[in-house]
């Protein structure tokens, strides 16, 4: 490690901030699964938040400047991966997300996002004109487009659409035009069809029709959206308690500690609770941001600035799932619901952004 970077210049507030988010998870956790078959999981879970913690300190001495000096084979080898796991992948409930390797399975879709992040700010602090031309917004594009294209086929759209927002973060920081911006926005729009038709398996269909009526299957497509509306709308102002939460505690909440862990909440601890946990993370958001605007140079903002662009995804599309708003994609709650990639993802991307912070100071 530099002499210039020490413990001094880690964030421990935003440290803070993140612990107490997962003991509140681990704690919903062992509520939503007691007497369950998936009780005991919150050991597991505190095993994945010591092993984050420790991957977190490694990674903030790695200097994040030799990572982007390698991230294009990084890239590379992440490609490589996901092709992998559509040929040797193991698959489950139609699905090919994970290869197994006996004593543990890998994810490679969800270790891309930090690979995305890294080149994106790598491609963009080389290019130091004050507007992107048209082409150079096409090849970011395309770096983010192709992995996308695979973690689709597998299929897994919900993780595929976490790679959105660090390409619209890296292109607007990038300084991407207006009417550029426009033009995409439009050949979005005119490419929904097709996709619709062809680039949409039948059940993601019927879950975006499900959002819009999901009474019109109560029993099928509908029901975790309905069950998830009523475990949160039952919950009133202060919740019914921990360990007493009807829907929760009935099982009549699905995967109430993956997916529909922030129901599982609502209902125990009431609207008072949801806000509290919504204003840790914002707290946490805000407190990367302010990270961003200290980074030691422009790959630094770009890293964690497409850290920020994640994690507010993560929390908005799932909030928003568990309300109503949002399709049911399967994407968990950032630092709550239990998941070992998940987990060990946010910690390695937190160990990025205080590897950029400690560096603010050295020249």
């Known amino acids: 490690m530099s002499r210039y970077v020490n413990y001094r210049d880690f964030d421990w507030v935003l440290l803070i901030f993140v612990l107490i988010i997962c003991a509140l998870g681990v704690t919903e956790i062992y ?14 879970q505190i095993y994945w938040i010591l092993a984050g913690i420790g991957i977190m300190f490694l990674m903030s001495l790695v200097s994040y400047q030799a990572l982007l000096e390698n991230v294009y084979w990084m890239y590379i080898v992440s490609i490589i991966s996901l092709i992998a796991v ?28 930090l690979i995305l992040i890294l080149t994106m700010a790598k491609y963009f602090s080389e290019y130091q004109d004050r507007e992107l031309p048209f082409r150079e917004l096409v090849k970011a594009g395309m770096i983010v487009i192709v992995p996308m294209l695979l973690v689709m086929k597998q299929p897994d759209l919900g993780t595929a659409l976490t790679y959105v927002p660090i390409a619209v973060i890296a292109l607007f920081l990038g300084g991407m035009k207006i009417r550029h911006g426009i033009i995409m926005v439009l050949i979005a729009g005119v490419l929904m069809p097709v996709i619709w038709h062809y ?4 059940y993601q269909k019927q879950r975006l029709e499900t959002l819009v009526s999901p009474e019109a299957d109560a029993k099928g497509a509908g029901y975790q959206v309905i069950q998830s509306l009523v475990a949160v709308g039952s ?51 805000m407190r990367l941001i302010q990270n961003a605007q200290t980074a030691p140079d422009r790959a630094g903002t770009f890293i964690i600035m497409g850290v920020v662009g994640v994690l507010a995804f993560h929390i908005l599309v799932n909030v928003g799932m568990v309300v109503g708003f949002m399709p049911v994609t399967g994407i968990p709650l950032p630092l709550m619901s239990y998941g070992g990639s998940s987990v060990l993802f946010m910690f390695l991307a937190l160990g990025i952004v205080m590897n950029v912070r400690m560096r603010r100071f050295v020249n």
């Open 31 to 44: 509520s939503a699964t007691r007497q369950t078959r998936f009780d005991g999981i919150q050991i597991k």
């Open 235 to 285: 919950g009133g102002l202060t919740g019914k308690g921990a360990f007493k939460g009807t829907q929760t505690q009935g099982q009549f909440l699905p995967v109430p500690h993956t997916d529909f862990i922030f129901a599982a909440w609502a209902e125990e601890h009431g609207f008072v609770g949801a806000v509290v946990l919504l204003l840790l993370y914002f707290l946490v958001l």
């Open 199 to 202: 680039g949409l398996k039948p």
């Open 86 to 113: 559509l040929i040797f992948g193991r698959s489950s409930l139609g699905a090919r997300r994970w290869i197994d390797f006996h004593f543990f399975h890998f994810q490679p879709s969800e270790w891309v996002k």
